[in-house]
């Protein structure tokens, strides 16, 4: 390995824009300033636009891969693990396969995998920063319950036979309640959704988008009278328990 090792700059950005942070631009601004801290020579700059979620569908990440196992550069950097990847999985196959060999580098974290201690560094970052997002997630998931249990609004649409009042709690929708009730009533009389959803066309039931006029041709399917019937049914099984 020469004196001054060889580095793939990789920089990534999610695909999802609420999640972006830094830009593409200062990502490799920021590991071409490590590289002069620590004495690395950056030889390519690698962009992509994917998610962390796995090292799978990641052209130019598995481009980058490619370089190091064919001996164009010594070493890949990133600016903080997460732009490598958020899956524990994935920081394990690496670290076994890729980075045994070839270093890796992580400016924020200042994580060098030349060493048995950044080796183990980085494993145990990767493992702390995804119970961090399952931490995240289970939280996020028990306020949207709370939310949902108490009648607050939680999505961009109310279930069918309500609407939101002004303080985002649902109220009745009589128009819809009316069709919902034909609905379950042709449901406990054992109609098949697609039996429902003709009969309910034959009766001249409009559907939300016809009678909003969101979607004027909209018409009743199996598929939607399932979906409306089984949410019902969850919701009366909670209002009984």
């Given amino acids: 390995m ?5 580095m793939i700059l990789y920089a990534r950005i999610s ?23 620590y004495n690395l020579l950056p030889v390519v700059s690698i962009e992509e636009e994917a998610s962390a979620k796995s090292i799978e569908g990641r052209p130019k990440f598995q481009l980058a891969l490619e370089m190091l196992r064919n001996g164009e550069a010594d070493g890949l950097m990133v600016t903080d693990l997460s732009r490598l990847t958020r899956d524990v999985g994935d920081v394990n196959r690496l670290f076994k396969t890729v980075f045994n060999k070839h270093r890796l ?13 950044g080796r ?6 990767t493992a702390f920063n995804q119970m961090f997002r399952e931490n995240v997630s289970i939280k ?6 709370k939310k949902k249990e108490a009648g607050e609004k939680i999505g961009s649409r109310p279930p069918y036979g309500w609407k939101f009042g002004r303080d985002k709690a649902l109220i009745v929708c009589e128009a ?19 039996e429902i959803s003709n009969t309910l066309r034959d009766e001249g039931y409009k559907t939300a988008g016809q009678r909003n006029g969101t979607n004027p041709t909209a018409m ?4 939607t009278v399932k979906r ?11 209002v009984t328990t």
Avoid: N, Y
């Fill in 176 to 194: 819809e309640q009316r069709c919902l009730a034909r609905m379950m009533q042709l449901h406990q009389a054992g109609k098949t959704p697609q």
């Fill in 140 to 145: 996020t998931k028990q306020a949207l319950a």
């Fill in 120 to 125: 183990c560094m980085g494993h145990v970052i």
């Fill in 220 to 223: 009743w399917t199996g598929t």
């Fill in 15 to 37: 695909t999802d824009k609420s999640k972006q942070e830094d830009s593409l631009e200062k990502q490799i601004e920021r590991m071409t300033a490590a590289c002069k801290v």
């Fill in 228 to 238: 409306i019937v089984e949410r019902e049914l969850e919701r009366r099984k909670k």
């Fill in 105 to 117: 580098h992580s400016v924020q974290e200042m994580l060098d995998t030349s060493t048995p201690l």
């Fill in 2 to 6: 020469p004196d001054q090792p060889r």
